[in-house]
């Protein structure tokens, strides 16, 4: 059985609080986490400051699994998302509404 310990919710809803206050488009699974932006100059500057936030907490961004993409290239818990589309784990074309 898995658990969650009070303090990584309390990190989780920091986290939120933070990307919320700065107006920060994202979505978060768990510990896994997606940040839209428009550039990739706005991308490196987010991801340094989301690794900042976290740093004092001891909890670092996974370098191997953190990454800047086009929303085209972009894959998430499995799904794959293409233009108006989303793509399960087995390929399926799911439409987006």
């Given at each position: ?9 309390q ?6 609080r ?14 896994d ?8 100059k ?6 340094q400051?989301v690794?900042?936030f976290?740093r ?23 799904y ?18």
């Amino acid at each position: 059985m898995i658990t969650t310990s009070r303090r990584q919710l309390q990190v989780r809803d920091d986290l939120d609080r933070f990307l919320e206050n700065k107006q920060y488009p994202f979505v978060r699974y768990a510990d896994d986490f997606v940040i839209s932006v428009k550039t990739l100059k706005e991308g490196q500057r987010i991801m340094q400051e989301v690794t900042d936030f976290l740093r004092p907490l001891k909890l670092p961004i996974n370098e191997e699994k953190s990454q800047i993409v086009r929303q085209s290239q972009l894959t998430f818990l499995g799904y794959s998302f293409r233009g108006r589309f989303l793509y399960d784990r087995v390929r399926e074309k799911l439409a987006l509404t």
